[in-house]
Each structure stands twice: as C-alpha cells, then as structure tokens.
C-alpha cells in the first residue's frame, strides 16, 4: 500500500515536497513514479524513477520537479519548485506501470 502525503496550499512559485511512504518493500520495484489528476481529466504520469535512480520527467516537470526514492526506508519523494496554477491537482504515487491500487493521494493547490 503506498500512502502520499506533503500536499497542502501554496502560492505561485512557491515549493512543496510530497512523500510516498510504502507498506511493503519497495526495493523489488524497479519504477515508481508520481502521477496527478484534475478533476474531469484523465490521471497523468509526472515522473518516473528507477531503482537505481535513473529518472524521466513529463515535460511540464522537467526543470521544475525532482523525483527521488530511498529504497531503504520504502520511500519515494518528488521536490516541486516554480509551482504554478496549472500544477493544481491530486497527486498519487504509484509504480510504472501502475497497479490498481491508487490510495487517497495528495492534494496540491497552487493559488495565483
């Protein structure tokens, strides 16, 4: 089960971290990634990183977001800077390819 948590208000240009805290070992999971969805649209994939730590970003998150993961403590962490209203959404972490599990995810508002 993975748990999202960080989210909360922040103004434009403003920075936020989120944390993905894993029930289970991660350490078996090559990707995992950070997705996002606004309400009435579909769920987008955000960042993705490897176990080794290899990463790729969307191309609205490259140079703004930073995807990390600490296998050791089953945790998956993704840094956003520059925060703009577009980047209002529920976020959710999950492996790449997805499971079906999605959890509650967390909510980012980036007010103007």
């Known amino acids: 089960q993975l748990q999202a948590s960080g989210g909360g208000l922040v103004q434009a240009g403003g920075s936020l971290r989120l944390s993905c805290t894993a029930s289970t070992s991660m350490f078996s999971i090559n990707l995992m990634a950070w997705y996002r969805q606004v309400p009435g649209k579909q769920r987008e994939l955000v960042a993705s990183i490897s176990r080794g730590s290899l990463t790729t970003y969307a191309d609205f998150a490259k140079g703004r977001f930073v995807i990390s993961r600490d296998n050791t403590n089953n945790m998956v962490y993704l840094r956003m800077n520059n925060l703009t209203p577009e980047d209002t959404a529920t976020y959710y972490c999950?492996?790449?390819?997805?499971?079906?599990?999605w959890g509650q995810g967390t909510l980012v508002t980036v007010s103007s």
């Open positions: 999950n492996p790449n390819p997805p499971t079906a599990s």
